[in-house]
């Protein structure tokens, strides 16, 4: 009997904890689900919707179907902020990655003054865009800019850098490698996390230097590679303050990203259903994009503890 | 014999030699590329304190002969950054608040407890860190205003008070490093669940939690592309609109636009200082960056 009652307190106890338990995550997760419904899910699809329709903030809404995506494909001005965006985000990111990881490869020697160093090449990512973007915009300046000044000095007349249609793009891909500092940083711990034993195993097996980076470094490094690539390449796809501060798209619309474009549809012409299908069209770049990278990663990313069926 | 003591010798020599020669070899592979990161802050520093004649001079003078501080003390005066600042502080400093409460509790549910739904919903977090923004914006842009939100500082602040993915993701992985025999033990004497959050995790991670206020600020106190959207009126800006606007203003005066991208970036540098070791911590267990 007293066994009988204490099983049956021990099964509501059980019970009347695990739907505590429920009510109280739930409770908890109101507020992200409550934001996450109405700032999230509802204008995603809000958006969605409206990309299929002509929409602005006075008139009416008229339904257009395909018609935003069928004017954007025929938009030359569209297609060449597509085109800038791909060649933004195809040289900047490759290029940050390799510069991060060098600086990274050499800050994880034992060098003198190794916190200074990190520090100095850490910092320009801790400032606003904005701030990196308006003393950029000095130092491309054609007359008195750092740059121009020192090419002066060996001899060579420098460009007009973001004045000039064809130096304004590759202004900002030199600009943006001044922000390595943050990868530089995961690649460092990506570093520190790679097991001294297999270098000196690969060291008594008399592998050089140049073998040792390439089958003990870069395979235990590749998924900290793949991540910051993935990352990096969603951020370089929706690049926007340094065209807007720098250049505002010029000159001749040769740094007109993507999102500069829908950023003039939207709030400068109001032309919300054309905009959204510009932001629709952003997204799914990036996510076939991810996606690709992602399905590719089985080929060249490596997992440690990782069961391998070859 | 001696033979052998050459040979001793020379490989003596290599034994104290080697390390300073590797140290060298290193110097110069580091020193160049630093100071290439380094020399566009020594010349933003250099032309703030110029006079006007100075600055178009070809080749530049690097140590202008007179430092004119005073010129940040005009290009802030001129400029209203005292305002700018407030508001970057108010700002930055709400979010922190909305984003510590809201995500603290989304974390610790996903950490801690079992309930139906729980890994769709985690699925759910991470995938919309991943979501560009660009997607919402115009949607909420245009709920904002049908709130009459806009050239208000509710859409830069309110949205936070409802988590932040990379927040709740964040805190996630750092109340997961804490044994959750601590959680049982608070449990079987009687502790209830959020108690446990209150009196036992939060205790643990304060470290976590700063890492989560300073990354926070620091972007907040960085961001342009949010309050550029939905801030008119100069009165409200942050420090990144003020400058942006600051950049017409001082078109000619270069020197009064270098002095104040300094002082824009006084705040986040001083705190990246102050607190290193979280702000790497951070970096290194998300991997993500602003």
């Known amino acids: 009997m007293a066994a009988q009652s204490s099983l049956a307190d021990f099964v509501k106890r059980r019970f009347t904890q695990r739907t505590e338990d429920v009510l109280t995550a739930y409770l908890c997760l109101l507020p992200w689900i409550i934001g996450f419904l109405a700032f999230t899910l509802g204008p995603l699809v809000f958006s969605l919707v409206l990309s299929f329709f002509q929409a602005d903030l006075f008139t009416r809404n008229v339904f257009v179907g395909l018609g935003n995506y069928v004017d954007l494909v025929q938009d030359p001005l569209f297609l060449k902020s597509l085109r800038i965006t791909a060649i933004y985000a195809f040289v900047s990111v490759p290029l940050g990655a390799a510069t991060a990881l060098a600086v990274a490869l050499l800050l994880n020697q034992k060098v003198v003054g190794l916190g200074v160093w990190r520090t100095v090449y850490y910092l320009p990512s801790v400032i606003s865009g904005v701030a990196v973007a308006v003393l950029w915009l000095q130092i491309f300046n054609p007359r008195m800019g750092l740059i121009n000044n020192a090419l002066k000095v060996v001899g060579i007349e420098g460009p007009s850098w973001i004045f000039d249609s064809t130096w304004a793009l590759p202004s900002l891909i030199i600009m943006s490698l001044w922000a390595v500092g943050a990868n530089m940083l995961l690649y460092l711990a990506g570093l520190q996390g790679i097991p001294t034993y297999l270098y000196e195993a690969a060291k008594i097996d008399g592998a050089s230097v140049w073998r040792r980076f390439w089958h003990v470094t870069i395979p235990m490094l590749s998924p900290t590679i793949f991540f910051n690539v993935v990352i990096s390449l969603i951020a370089a796809f929706q690049f926007f303050t340094q065209s807007f501060i720098m250049t505002n798209g010029g000159p001749n619309n040769s740094t007109l990203s993507m999102v500069l474009f829908l950023y003039r549809k939207a709030f400068q012409q109001t032309r919300f259903g054309y905009a959204s299908a510009v932001a629709w069209v952003l997204f799914a770049i990036i996510i076939c994009f991810t996606l690709l990278f992602m399905r590719s990663s089985s080929l060249w990313v490596y997992y440690a503890g990782e069961e391998r069926n070859d | ?290």
């Open chain 2, 1 to 290: 014999m001696s033979s052998a003591i050459d040979t001793a010798l020379i490989s003596n020599a290599r034994k104290v030699w080697h390390p300073v020669l590797r140290q060298i070899g290193l110097l110069v592979l580091v020193l160049p590329g630093a100071s290439l990161f380094l020399i566009p802050w020594f010349w933003m520093l250099s032309t703030a304190g110029k006079e006007t004649a100075l600055i178009w001079k070809t080749p530049p003078v690097w140590i202008p002969p007179v430092y004119h501080w005073e010129n940040f003390i005009k290009a802030w005066l001129q400029g209203d950054f005292a305002v700018y600042y407030l508001n970057t502080f108010y700002i930055s400093g709400m979010n922190v608040i909305g984003i510590l409460i809201s995500s603290v509790l989304a974390a610790y549910a996903f950490a801690r407890i079992r309930f139906p739904g729980r890994d769709v919903l985690f699925v759910v977090v991470l995938s919309t860190m991943m979501l560009p923004r660009q997607v919402t914006l115009i949607p909420l842009y245009m709920i904002f205003s049908e709130l009459g939100w806009i050239n208000t500082f509710k859409p830069l602040i309110v949205p936070l008070f409802f988590g932040d993915a990379f927040s709740i993701f964040l805190l996630r992985q750092f109340f997961l490093t804490i044994s959750r025999e601590l959680d049982d033990a608070a449990l079987i004497d009687g502790c209830r669940r959020l108690g446990v959050l209150f009196r036992i995790l939060l205790p643990l991670t304060r470290p976590a939690l700063a890492v989560v206020a300073i990354f926070n600020f620091t972007w907040a106190w960085n961001e342009f592309f949010t309050p550029l959207i939905y801030l008119d009126s100069p009165k409200l800006f942050p420090i990144t609109l003020g400058l942006h606007r600051f950049i017409g203003r001082a078109q000619i005066d270069i020197q009064f636009l270098m002095a104040m991208t300094i002082v824009s970036t006084l705040v986040p540098i001083g705190i990246f200082f102050l607190t290193q070791r979280y702000f790497i911590q951070g970096i290194v267990i998300t991997g993500i960056k602003g």
